[in-house]
Structure formats: C-alpha cells, structure tokens
C-alpha cells in the first residue's frame, strides 16, 4: 500500500537540466520531492527543487551523497555514468531506475541498435566504422547521403553528420571525432514518437507525436500526428517490444521512423496486419528519459511524462495517457550566432495569447541553438492542430534573443 507522508519520498536526478526542472514541476503535487545533481551551479532545476548538489554527472562522492539523500536514483541526461550509478546504488541501497546496464545499452549507438535488432525490433541498416573506407563502402552498400554517428555523447544532433558522398567521408568523420557509426539514410514519411513508460508490472505509451526536426533538433511536435491508425498502431507495438528490451522503471523516449511505404502498405488492403509488414516504421534512438518530443503532455494529455517518470521509478501506479485535445509544442531555440547573456524578448506576444502556455528553462546562457524553453498549444473546441502550429509559429518567430 502506498502511503504519503511529508516531506514525501525523494527523487535523486542526476542532471538539472530542463528535464529535471520539469520532474521536479511535476513531482511537487504529488508530495514528492526532488534533488538535482549538476555541474553548473544555480542550474534550471535548481529553483524548483528542493536542493541541488553541484557536481560533475561521473562525480562519484556527489552521487554518493545524492543517493544518501534519495529514495530513489534516476538520471535526466544520458551523461550519467552507468558504471558509478550501478556502484553507489549497490553499496547504499538506494535503487536507480531505468537500470544502470539499460544506459550502457543506449550510451553507444551501435550497441543500443544491435540489441535492439537482435529484440526484434525494426532498425535502418547500420553498421560501425574506424575509418573513411568503411564510411565508404558503407556508401557503396547503402547508397549516399548516409548518416555518420557518434557511437556515444551526442544529443540534440551533436554527433549526428550526414555525409553526402564519398568526398566527404574524411571530414565528417572528422567532425565526429571518436568511435563511429554510420546508417542508411531513411526516406520517411515523417519522424514520430513515442513516450512509453514502464513501470512496476505494468506499460503505458501516449499517442504517438510528429516530430518536426531541423539541423538534426527537435523543432516541433504535433499531436494528433498525421499517421494513419496502422501506422500509430505499429509504432505503439514497437515501443512495447522496446521496453521489453529495456531494464528498469522509467519513461522511455522512443524516436521512429514512418517510412514511406508505411503509408502504401496501410493504403493497400492486402488484409495483413502491421507486424507482418517489415519496414513501416523504423527505430530511430532511444533516450531512457522523458524526451523532448513529451513536453507536450504536460498540457496536452491526462497526465504528464514528467509525472509519469516520477510515479514510473517510485514504483507507483502509472496515471492515464490519454490526449486531452490536440496540441502542438514548439521549441525556443538560441536564436544567436555566438554564446551571451539569455534574455528573450518580445515576449508579449506569447504571454497575451491567452491558450499559450510557455516553458521557460531559466538558462542564464543562450547558445546557438540551444533549447531554452518550449510554448505548448492545446487545441480549444473546434481547433485543428494546423490552426495551433500557425499560431505556435507565429510566437515562436515572435520572440527572440538578438537584441536586433
Ligand atoms: N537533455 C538531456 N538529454 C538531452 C537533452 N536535451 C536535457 C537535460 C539536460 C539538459 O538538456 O535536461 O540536463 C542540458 O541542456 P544544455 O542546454 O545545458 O545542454
């Protein structure tokens, strides 16, 4: 039986990015509190949690003394190290969800897509690479652009290098620096995910998102996605045979392809269900965390992956997943061509669009490119998800941080 008391039961977050202020958002009304640990002091998570320790993702005293402090070990960033996490659980006691040795599994790209291959579940061709000739031969197999990967370290699309041709091989692994991969490029339909979750004995998954994706980051997400029922079908089963794969408790980011014959496949009526057909949807990556394209939950579904992940590694029962209405989430991105101060302006518009709701990250420094924030539109009666993405456009071109 659950109880409650206060102050509740304490999450141990490594990592006090956005994600971690989101946890720490979503934990507070069910009682539960949450410490961050994260190098930069004063990080986004920090004012909404109850504490933070300042110290690097691998640091292992301060992982000791997060798992003091917690009930429960869990990560936001996939730069935490499975290797000290799996030590100090063990020697304290202190459980960590999803489990350490899923994160070896996804640390290294090519590792994670063999596994998951090996599961069962459908993946792009790939193989690894140590030099130029086999970016090179893996072009004369698959065919150009192929997509050059770094096997660990890299998110929101650092690592992620297409190489056009055969010319290029050479710099772009390069640019890669270290242990590569490379992988046919997929001609999608569009990218779509899903939020799944596992928790104790029991699955959840949120309607699957399109993602909009520029320069390799996550631009926008709209829900309902344009998929037909086969496709998000399809996509819902591989995200179970994901989390089969996967160990430990958690909300899991899983990224798809729609590829283009998905929607030929489920236009024809050859009476075959979806598992049966191969390549309609093809495993992009896997994140073991709440993911980027699930901010729109918070707004947008009955419960939020944030609050899911918090119920999902304390062992609680996993809330409802349904959509509440149609909504779109886009991405406020560093707008700058070189590191400053981060002071979005224009924010009127935003804030004077009565269904906006907007997600501001606190990072005291814009980057370009960086991920500062999110503004969520869910759909009022009548609203279609075009209707939202114009308006969600619409602000996100609104603000700005160059002070032009
Ligand atoms: N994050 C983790 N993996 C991928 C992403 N985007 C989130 C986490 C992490 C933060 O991004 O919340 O702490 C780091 O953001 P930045 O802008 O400092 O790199």
């Known amino acids: 039986m659950t109880t409650l008391r206060t102050p509740g039961p304490t999450l141990g977050v490594v990592g006090g990015g956005q994600l971690g202020r989101m946890l720490a958002e979503a934990a507070a009304p069910l009682g539960v509190e949450v410490v961050v640990l994260d190098p930069t002091p004063d990080c986004p998570a920090a004012p909404v949690a109850r504490d933070q320790i300042v110290a690097e993702f691998d640091d292992e005293a301060g992982i000791r003394e997060l798992a003091a402090r917690a009930d429960v070990l869990?990560?936001?960033?996939?730069?935490?190290?499975?290797?000290?996490?799996?030590?100090?659980?063990?020697?304290?006691?202190?459980?960590?969800?999803?489990?350490?040795?899923?994160?070896e599994t996804i640390?290294?790209?090519?590792?994670?897509?063999?596994?998951?291959?090996?599961?069962?579940?459908?993946?792009?061709?790939?193989?690894?690479?140590?030099?130029?000739?086999?970016?090179?031969?893996?072009?004369?197999?698959?065919?150009?652009?192929?997509?050059?990967?770094?096997?660990?370290?890299?998110?929101?699309?650092?690592?992620?290098v297409p190489v056009e041709s055969k010319a290029d091989a050479e710099d772009a692994l390069e640019s890669v620096a270290g242990p590569a991969m490379v992988e046919s490029f997929v001609d999608f339909e569009r990218e779509i995910s899903v939020i799944a979750v596992k928790g104790d004995g029991e699955t959840a998954a949120f309607p699957i998102g399109e993602n909009v994706h520029e320069d390799e980051i996550l631009r926008e997400t709209i829900v309902p996605a344009g998929s037909d029922e086969a496709v998000e079908e399809r996509a819902l089963e591989v995200a179970e045979d994901v989390l089969e794969v996967m160990d430990g408790r958690g909300v899991y980011g899983i990224e798809l392809f729609e590829t283009s014959e998905a929607l030929r496949?489920?236009?024809?009526?050859?009476?075959?269900?979806?598992?049966?057909?191969?390549?309609?949807?093809?495993?992009?990556?896997?994140?073991?965390?709440?993911?980027?394209?699930?901010?729109?939950?918070?707004?947008?579904?009955?419960?939020?992956?944030?609050?899911?992940?918090?119920?999902?590694?304390?062992?609680?029962?996993?809330?409802?997943?349904?959509?509440?209405?149609?909504?779109?989430?886009?991405?406020?991105?560093?707008?700058?061509?070189?590191?400053?101060?981060?002071?979005?302006?224009?924010?009127?518009?935003?804030?004077?669009?009565?269904?906006?709701?907007?997600?501001?990250?606190?990072?005291?420094?814009?980057?370009?490119?960086?991920?500062?924030?999110?503004?969520?539109?869910?759909?009022?009666?009548?609203?279609?998800?075009d209707d939202l993405l114009e308006t969600a456009r619409e602000l996100e071109r609104a603000v700005t941080f160059t002070s032009e």
């Open 74 to 103: 869990t990560f936001e960033i996939e730069l935490a190290d499975q290797d000290v996490l799996g030590r100090v659980s063990e020697d304290s006691g202190t459980p960590v969800h999803p489990d350490p040795a899923t994160l």
């Open 107 to 160: 640390h290294d790209k090519l590792v994670q897509k063999r596994a998951l291959e090996d599961a069962g579940v459908p993946v792009p061709p790939f193989r690894g690479v140590e030099d130029a000739d086999d970016v090179r031969e893996a072009i004369d197999d698959y065919g150009a652009p192929v997509m050059l990967k770094a096997r660990t370290g890299g998110y929101d699309g650092r690592g992620n």
């Open 265 to 385: 496949a489920s236009e024809d009526s050859s009476g075959r269900s979806p598992r049966e057909r191969d390549g309609d949807v093809l495993l992009n990556e896997i994140a073991p965390r709440p993911h980027n394209s699930g901010h729109w939950t918070i707004e947008g579904a009955q419960s939020s992956q944030f609050e899911q992940h918090a119920r999902a590694v304390l062992g609680w029962p996993l809330a409802a997943t349904d959509l509440r209405s149609p909504t779109v989430s886009v991405n406020l991105l560093g707008d700058v061509d070189e590191p400053r101060d981060a002071e979005l302006r224009n924010l009127d518009r935003v804030l004077e669009t009565p269904a906006a709701n907007l997600h501001w990250y606190g990072k005291r420094q814009v980057r370009p490119l960086r991920k500062m924030g999110h503004v969520t539109i869910a759909g009022r009666e009548g609203e279609t998800t």
